[in-house]
């Protein structure tokens, strides 16, 4: 089950958060709607938890069916990430500005996850600080959610 939450910005662009599960009944046509009138979407991806294989093919749809429009995907969760890592076509047009990933303190073990520029060494470039002061690492292989 996902959920949707629309919001246009006084500069005419569509803010949309969606949050849950994509799977087959992934069904983005209130946000194809919304985006009539509008070049500018930007899409929040943090809250996706995981998504299936027929959840995939949706969100390319998705992505497809919004190619007309300028389409920024922000602060990618890691189960998205990791997919398009695999399957970069998925992101179709899309702009991916950042993905929010699970860091980890290599010195005393705080985790949090942490949104970094999608981009080749940014887990390293980027890496937040953690409240002991020791620079924390990527919870993972880069290679797993970062184009390389
Ligand atoms: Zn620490």
């Keep these: 089950m996902v959920q949707f939450e629309k919001k246009k910005l006084s500069d005419g662009s569509l803010h949309v958060t969606v949050t849950g599960k994509i799977d ?44 007309s429009h300028e389409l920024v995907l922000i602060h990618v969760s890691p189960a998205i990430a990791n997919q398009i890592a695999m399957i970069p076509n998925m992101a179709g047009t899309a702009h991916i500005e950042s993905a929010k990933l699970p860091f980890i303190c290599p010195a ?9 520029p999608w981009k080749p060494n940014s887990a390293s470039d980027h890496a937040p600080k953690c409240v002991c002061g020791a620079h924390m690492e990527l919870d993972g292989l880069p290679e797993q959610y970062l184009p390389i």
Excluded: Y
């Design 108 to 116: 005393c073990g705080a985790e949090k996850p942490h949104s970094i």
């Design 24 to 67: 087959e009944k992934f069904d983005p046509s209130t946000v194809i709607e919304a985006a009539h009138g509008t070049t500018k979407i930007v899409v929040h991806l943090g809250g996706i938890r995981s998504i299936s294989s027929l959840g995939v093919r949706c969100f390319e749809s998705f992505v497809e069916a919004l190619s």
